[in-house]
């Protein structure tokens, strides 16, 4: 201003009031003094100076001590600028004059239609207009329309007074007399000085004021960016769904007064700037979206500041809200007698909101890498609005928010529901990085998911606690099919760029270039688990490749396999289970949509399904290798597997099974929601099966080697539901093996219609078997007579029926009435016959039996007569027992009267044959008496015995004894004399030799036997 402008100062001890005015274009006159208009075309200004209006001060973080003296700066001086009624040309040069204000018309600067290249208004534009440097390091006006009023003398009561002030105000239409406080600015600039302690954490950091100073006043954005022309750029925008205009936002202004003391302020700015990346565009990139400002008597009370952040990997926006207030904190005073005092420290924290709460993954699915699949759940929204303070050192690069614990800092876990493809909702915890919008620092969206990435996976996993998750897409009739229950969920970050930027650009702007994705999981199989009846350790799976790029394509997965196994799991069935005849033992792969657990990927997603693999180490029957009564290779169809499951209820499932020409070549263990949101798992199987000759074993399934009129037919099916009340499941589990038989060494041919096993809980189970036919040929031929005697329905309901937990045992024991067979007398005869299939991996059995050793039959013809027993035991693996035995002789006796005497002859034969050791023996015994006048007798007794032993290895071991007993009796006299005679021979492979006769050696250094064999001939 000219040095000829009118300066008054104003000074009033009562209320502090202490003003310098400026008058411009105006002189004084008279007596009283009168301000009188100098140049009548000029208008007359009143330029109020104020004392400096804030102090900014160092401030000190929560847990950080303040160190004393406490670094502050005073603010600029403030001016307010009027100018006076145009209509008058003198005015009473008076206090009151002087403090009129809300009579003036406020002079406040205007922007320049052309901003300079940085976009900040030169501070020269509040050159002789209103200009408050509130805070320090900002100029600011309020709008024109803002009133300033004021107290014009001194209010008290008592001698005590009101600290003058005046502050600003709206005046009200409907009252003209009547103010409203506060008002609206966008005339706000950064001044020129910087803070000298920058580093000390001030409330506002340069980067803020200029962020504020564009936010509200730059109404030039987007500024054009070239390399195109202007409507190909708008067109772009246009496309991007990016407003073609900022519109700056005002500061609110709730409260300003000035005083000669300082300022007291409430100041707002809430600002809705776009949040492009793409600088090219023509935005810049801002992070600060919020300041709230109160000074008291101008010294900061409380200043927030709100700037942009995204937690990684959900994307989530968020919010960085950092609050400075001020802290009394009490201290003790020195030698102050323990007087206390407290010192008015200003203090910072911060803590994340989280302003995006839910975050939809459906709409962003075209981002993705593999539209989403790698992603089970649609939306991920975070419960969690307000984290605790973060003790985070900086929040300007991206962190991991860290909170205390009870004295110890820990990762902060934020709350989310997620909802999955098949609407199931869950719920869990775990922390997430934090990544801040950096103004001065172009974000690498690479960088960020790579370190993201590389973070220990402790930091990305969230424990889900057993709660069901569906990790592929189901069908509306198929809920469930894909759902696991799930203990763990690795997330990592996926970066979109390329073309999938592009996309994303297209879908929403504002969203950072990462998306989340399962790396793995923890899951529980509940098919495998609840059709074995165990619970299985908690298993890591991955998305499946084929899954991933061509989802359930039928040309690239006809299998429908969704995830694999980062181990496989050995799943090992009890046969119980699978209906008494199969104890699968296989190698969980992965999972199928279409069929469940599942081995041989590679194979499944081409539709091809080999069972020798899949079932290698698996029995049939107990002790069959499944794989070798299996076909080869089968090719499948998903759907038709669909359809079972989904047209046919259990009972037309069975029927349809039983149909003899009905396959199902791969089989099916799915589980799916029932309408009363029960859980059905059902395992389905009908393979083509072939014959089997091993050894003394043979399986023989076609039509014309068991004379059936089909081929045998082999099938599994069971359904399991698990009730929603936790009650134990219900089952029922049937397996049939129909028209097959058992050749057991060439001898023994076991035909049978249907061998059934059914299960159902609460019951015992049931065995069936129907229309057995026993067929002896061979060494065996002889017994085919005696077959016509069993029983036709000897296994259909019989006589006895053992299930114990290691297999089931039936059978019957038949007497046999005495029959005659040519000139043979038969009687005592009893017939048994078992079958036994066990459920363990042992092979199956028959054993048949004529009599028993402890209870032989009777044989006799003409004046002889005898006995014995026969038993055979085979099994899958050969003869486990051969035994038989028979005996028989004759007893002559005569008497003459003066001499009697009898003779008798018994001779006897015994084989046996247990594993690989065969033993034959037989025996002759004969003897004769003779007594004359009852004075003399004589008896003479012969015993000859002889066994053969077959020891294994080719080793032959035959064994004989001979006895000759002779006894006299003469009146009272008697003698008796027996002689025994024993022989072994094993020939040059079993006798031991000389050498080892003689035995080890004696201490003396020669073996004891030879000394004993050397004095034999001494």
Known sequence: MSDNNLFIRASRKEDFLDLVFELVNVHTKGFPLRLVRSNAFKPVLLIVHFPPQHIVEEVFKESEPFVSPIKAMLSGPSRLVFELPNYQESWPLTLETLLNWKDYKPVVPKLPDSPLPDSLPDPKIFEGKTALEIPTGLYLSPVESGVWYNIIRPEGHDGRFVLWHTQLGDKKKENENSYREGGTTHIITKSNRSIPFEDKNPSLTEDHLRQIVRLTTDFTLPKFPGGMSEDAWKDKLKSLHIPLKYIPSPINIRRLMLSSAGAWANFEGIWNYPTVFDITLGYPLFDLEGWHHIITQGRDQFVKTVTKAFLCDTGHAVSIITITERRFEPYVIPNGQNVKGAHAVLRKYSFIEVREPEKNYEILAPAYLHDRREMPFKWIKITTTTTPHIENASLSESFWPKVKVQDREEFFRFKMVAEDWDGNIVSFERPLKCIPINKNKRISWKNEVIDYNN??????????NHQSIAYAKTENDSKGKTTLETDTVTFNAQLVEGVKEDVL?????????????????????????????????????????????????????????????????????????????????????????????????????????????????????????????????????????????????????????????????????????????????????????????????????????????????????????????????????????????????????????????????????????????????????????????????????????????????????????????????????????????????????????????????????SGFAGGGFFALALNAKGIETIEASIEFGGNISINLGVASGGVYVMAGIYFGMTGNEVKLTGYLRCGGNVSVLGLVSVTVEFYMGLTIREKGNGKVEVWGQASLTVGVKIAFFSKSVSLTVERRFAGAAGDPTFAQIMGPDHPGGYPVEWEKYCMAFA
């Open 505 to 861: 650009n297209q879908l929403a702007y504002y969203n950072p270039r990462f998306l989340p994705q399962i790396e793995s999981a923890g899951v529980n199989i509940p098919a495998a688990e609840q059709f074995t009846g165990r619970k299985f350790e908690t298993k890591s799976i991955n998305y499946e490749r084929a899954y991933l790029v061509n989802g359930f394509d039928r040309a690239a997965n006809k299998g429908e396999v969704f995830v694999k196994l980062a181990q496989n799991l050995d799943l090992s069935l009890p046969t119980e289970k699978a209906g008494g005849l199969i104890t699968p033992n296989t190698s969980i792969e992965g999972l199928s949509r279409a069929l469940g657990p599942v081995a041989k990927l590679e194979d499944i997603k081409i539709g091809t399904f080999d069972p020798r693999n899949m079932f290698a180490g698996a029995k049939f029957l107990g002790g069959i290798e499944l794989k070798d009564i299996l076909d080869v290779v089968a090719n499948f169809d998903p759907l038709k597997i669909k359809e079972l499951e989904k047209n046919l209820t259990p009972d037309q499932l069975i029927q349809k099974l039983n149909d003899p020409n009905f396959k199902l070549e791969a089989p099916m263990l799915t589980n799916r929601r029932l309408p009363n949101n029960a859980i059905e798992t059902r395992y389905l199987w009908k393979p083509k099966i072939k014959d089997l000759k091993q050894g003394f074993f043979s399986f023989l399934t076609l039509k014309g080697e068991t004379n059936f009129p089909n081929d045998a037919q082999l099938s599994i099916n069971v359904q399991m539901v698990t009730a929603p009340n936790g009650s134990p499941p219900t089952y029922i589990i049937l397996g049939t093996l129909r028209e097959f038989a058992l050749e057991f060494a060439n001898a023994l041919v076991l035909r049978l219609s249907s061998l059934r096993f059914t299960a159902e809980n609460g019951k015992k189970m049931d065995v069936n078997a129907e229309r057995l036919d026993l067929v002896f040929k061979g060494p065996l031929q002889f017994v085919e007579t005696l077959k016509n005697i069993i029983p036709p329905n000897g296994f259909s309901d019989p006589p006895f029926v053992n299930v114990t937990a290691t297999g089931v045992t039936a059978g019957f024991t038949l007497g046999i009435p005495s029959f005659g067979v040519g000139i043979f007398s038969l009687q005592n005869i009893n017939l048994s016959a078992s079958l036994s299939l066990p459920f363990v991996d042992q092979p199956a059995g028959v054993r048949f039996a004529v009599s028993e050793r402890q209870k032989p039959f009777n044989v006799s013809v």
């Open 455 to 464: 973070t220990t996976s402790d930091l990305r996993r969230a424990q889900l």
